[in-house]
């Protein structure tokens, strides 16, 4: 995946949000108070609802460094950007799933790819739209451009929730705690279990070692396969149970969004577990799937080759296999 452009952080950066939805607020609001970019760009076609929200947030910028916010009806608003991030289209549904929703926003991405990519010939595109991984594909192919930038999301949320399980599990700070799910960002994602660790040690070795001290604390004993299944379970399910009770997810998702942002428009090189159009990663290919991936200014510079168990790696031969009966059902294979 070479690029030929110059990898620095880029200063004046710009970030356009397509979709004034409860995700697309939701991210640049994140992005303002993290100071992801210097600009915020926010798109709706509802005119009335995108100058209000860009009114609200603009309000808000004495507490918020040195960004500013921009946006409106008019697809021009996202020109020249330098990562754009695609929030629009049909809203998740209590009891739907992320597949479900996949005809409507393909035909979306159909229409508005090419025309952002007009507008911001050189940006990064990460989609935020649920299924991610078949809109990461479709949004590929309508676009054009290499896999490298354009890609989804993917399980960056996902890995995090199941971070957080796991920090309140065995009692040390989430930023110590090191655990990725992969495949699917849908039914079919599971952790890798055995590439997780707290701190420099493996999460099995943690725990038998906080077994055998005696202790009476939490996390003092070792996980059983029940638990981890249960985990898994929670963390697959962690949208659903925010979707009934509130409608949407809105947070997290900006708060991920905003931290996928920040790796390109820094050149970070930053380790996540985003979603792109895979060639051959570990007998995968032409669907996207979220694994651990290298994130600077280029978009992907890489995806890495983890160590899978043979439990992994059959599941996740399963989820390509769930993904590309979507793509062929969509005509995107």
Do not use: C
């Amino acid at each position: 995946m070479e690029d030929t452009r110059t990898m620095s952080v880029i200063e004046n950066s710009k970030l356009a949000i397509v979709g004034a939805g409860a995700v697309g607020t939701s991210l640049a609001y994140a992005a303002l108070i993290r100071e992801s970019a210097r600009e915020v760009a926010l798109y709706d076609i509802n005119s009335a609802k995108v100058a209000a929200e860009v009114l609200d947030l603009a309000h808000g910028t004495q507490f918020t460094g040195a960004s500013r916010v921009t946006g409106g009806d008019d697809l021009d608003v996202v020109s020249d950007a330098n990562v754009v991030v695609i929030t629009a289209g049909a809203r998740q549904h209590p009891g739907q799933s992320r597949l479900e929703m996949a005809g409507v926003n393909v035909e979306i991405l159909r229409d508005l790819m090419p025309k952002l990519v007009k507008r911001a010939p050189d940006a990064i595109f990460v989609l935020v739209t649920n299924p991610v991984d078949v809109l990461a594909v479709a949004a590929q192919q309508f676009s054009g451009l290499p896999p490298a930038r354009v890609f989804g999301s993917g399980t960056v949320l996902d890995s995090s929730r199941l971070r957080w399980m796991l920090s309140e599990r065995v009692g040390v700070a989430i930023s110590n705690v090191h655990a990725l799910i992969v495949g699917e960002h849908g039914d079919s994602e599971f952790p890798l279990w055995s590439q997780a660790r707290v701190g420099p040690i493996s999460l099995a070795d943690w725990m038998l070692a906080r077994g055998a001290s005696g202790s009476a604390a939490t996390g003092s004993v070792p996980f059983s396969e029940a638990e981890f299944e249960s985990i898994s379970d929670e963390v697959k399910n962690a949208a659903y149970k925010v979707i009934e009770g509130k409608g949407a997810t809105n947070y997290a998702i900006g708060l991920s969004g905003a931290r996928i942002v920040e790796a390109v428009l820094r050149d970070e090189g930053a380790i996540l577990p985003v979603s792109s159009v895979l060639t051959d990663y570990r007998g995968v290919s032409g669907v996207a799937l979220s694994v651990p991936s290298v994130i600077d200014a280029s978009g992907i510079a890489r995806v890495i080759d983890v160590p899978f168990s043979a439990k992994e790696q059959a599941l996740f031969e399963h989820s390509a296999a769930t993904l590309r009966a979507s793509l062929d059902t969509l005509g995107l294979a």
